[in-house]
């Protein structure tokens, strides 16, 4: 608030008291009054006019410094008339009372949105529960066929299993914090249970390179073979026609622990690459790859967030990707 | 033979189940119904349950500490949730392990025999496979016919595995990619032809030319 502001929102006062001096000497020259008394009389009217301007405009000036003080510090501004006493003013509580209602309606609001929220998100949780029924089935089915007939179809199985937990980790995503478990976890375990469970995806697409490793890191080992589960399948969609080659490894760097999955690939256009974590983002791999969903790095990247891992990608067009995934020790 | 009662409310899951571990061979049971499965489990008296979490009457949490009142059967969580909590609810409640659906099947069958083997105190019930004549001995990787000796590279041991395991049928060349793979044996089918020619030239240096037969374009037999 400057004193320009402040005086601007009191020129009504102004112009009336301007008045009511003008009214005043007029009656005083009227009746007969000498001009001294009548400057005196004024100037002592002017003076405590402007001694009260001057304390009502500190007063207010350090009302308005309060309050913004408050709203900054508060993390949910909207709370601010529960933190805020009721107000002097006529003005002042008349607002703040249409602002609590205001703030009401909208937590009511918030609320319903929340129990929807919550609700949708059961409900995919319902969902994946009820659907791995039918995917259990089809797998046993497939173990307990002589015949072969069913092979082909295990690729389609375990792609729908992927897009499966992929949108069970999506609809977790914003409160993963409850469903984690740090442990000691030992990588190459990890590793090959995501091979395992992407057989027939690997199977006949990549040739794998799978080093050994030896390192344990401190991690939750189920999201951690989503993780490498994804890199995986990512592999196999933009693999190259010929020679298709996947290795995996481990280095050491600084105590850190770098897990390295490397594919030869199709690759990624370098103007990309700062955005393949975005949700949502497909690129141009994805635009000619249909069944690309621009949330599997996006995944990855929020669930590694989370788990205090860091990963990266680089590569270039038509040399293949590397994904790496730092485990910081300690 | 051992005896698992299978405690799932899913049918198609239950008759895919009980084929998969009556191949493996095991004896499947059911409990009569969901109200007397306590009782149930007293009378048929399994060596291992697998329980499922989600059923009609009552949830699988609550059966298994009905059933832990009195009996130390193993019990095999089994359920479509993946959740940390279900499974720290599953095993505090004195659940033996814990899958989630849908499961690898291999990984299941490891499982209820890694357990059985802990309860009855017995080593591995697969460690030497017979057929006709030649023995099979998986923990040393050596192949045995008539005082001649042959050893085998872990590849070649797990591949006459599924041999040996199948014996007098087919084993479909994917059966056996399926069960290397899931041992950690990453290869392809050229590297599988190229193991089976090994074996074969192995078994013809102890006289055993024509023992793997070779099914063009489905797989093995012996």
């Known amino acids: ?330 | 033979m051992q005896k698992i009662m299978v405690i799932e409310d899913d049918s198609k899951i239950c008759a895919e189940l009980s084929k998969l571990l009556q191949n493996n061979g095991y004896q499947v049971c059911f409990p009569v119904s969901y109200d007397s499965i306590v009782t149930d489990i007293e009378n048929m008296n399994p060596h291992i349950i697998l329980l499922d979490i989600n059923l009609p009457v009552s949830d699988g949490f609550t059966i298994c500490s009905n059933i832990r009142c009195n009996s130390k059967t193993p019990i095999i969580f089994v359920t479509g949730r993946k959740s940390d909590m279900d499974e720290l609810s599953s095993i505090s409640l004195g659940g033996d392990d814990f899958i989630t659906k849908p499961y690898n099947p291999a990984i299941l069958l490891a499982k209820i025999n890694r357990l059985l083997q802990r309860v009855s105190n017995t080593s591995d019930k697969y460690t030497t496979l017979s057929y006709k004549d030649v023995l099979l001995d998986i923990t040393t990787g050596r192949l045995i016919y008539k005082n001649h000796t042959i050893e085998l590279t872990k590849t070649e041991t797990k591949i006459m595995y599924c041999l040996f395991s199948n014996s007098g049928n087919i084993t479909l060349r994917e059966k056996i990619m399926d069960s290397l793979w899931n041992n950690n044996i990453y290869i392809d089918d050229n590297t599988l032809s190229v193991n089976i020619t090994r074996i074969r030239e192995k078994l013809s240096s102890i006289g055993l030319p024509d023992f793997i037969i070779t099914k063009r374009g489905r797989g093995y037999m012996i």
């Not at chain 1, 995806?201 to 939750?220: A, F, G, H, K, W």
């Open chain 1, 1 to 330: 608030m400057t004193i320009k502001k402040y005086l601007k929102n009191n020129v009504s006062l102004f112009i009336l008291h301007v008045l009511c001096m003008l009214a005043f000497v007029l009656y005083l020259t009227i009746i007969g009054v000498d001009r001294l008394p009548i400057g005196i009389i004024l100037s002592i009217w002017v003076m405590v006019l402007m001694t009260w301007l001057i304390y009502s405009y500190l007063k207010q000036k350090r009302h308005f410094h309060y309050l913004q003080s408050v709203i900054d510090s508060l993390e949910k501004k909207y709370l601010i008339t529960q933190v805020t006493p009721l107000p002097e003013g006529l003005n002042e509580q008349f607002y703040f009372t249409l602002l609590r209602q205001a703030e009401k309606s909208m937590m009511e609001e918030i609320t319903s949105i929340h129990h929807a929220h919550a609700d949708y998100r059961e409900y995919i949780e319902q969902w994946v529960h009820e659907i791995n029924g039918p995917l259990t089935s089809l797998k046993l089915k497939y173990e307990n066929d002589k015949s072969g007939v069913l092979y082909p179809v295990m690729f389609e199985i375990e792609q729908i299993e992927n897009y499966v937990e992929q949108a069970l980790y999506f609809a977790r995503s914003e409160n993963v914090d409850k469903d984690c478990l740090i442990k000691q976890v030992k990588i190459c375990e990890v590793v090959n249970a995501a091979i395992v469970k992407n057989k027939h995806l690997l199977r006949n697409t990549l040739n794998l390179d799978i080093q050994p490793m030896t390192e344990t890191v401190y991690s939750d080992s189920k999201w951690l073979e989503f993780i490498i589960g994804q890199i995986i399948i990512n592999a196999v969609k933009y693999r190259s026609e010929a020679n298709s080659l996947l290795s995996i490894y481990t280095e050491t760097q600084n105590n850190d622990v770098l897990l390295g999955i490397e594919d030869n690939g199709i690759g990624i256009l370098p103007s990309e690459l700062p955005r393949i974590f975005d949700k949502g983002f497909t690129g141009m791999n994805g635009r000619n790859n249909k069944q690309s969903t621009g949330l599997g790095l996006y995944l990855c990247k929020q669930l590694c967030d989370k788990l205090g891992h860091e990963i990266t990608v680089i590569g270039a067009q038509g040399k293949g990707t590397t994904v790496i995934i730092r485990f910081c020790k300690g």
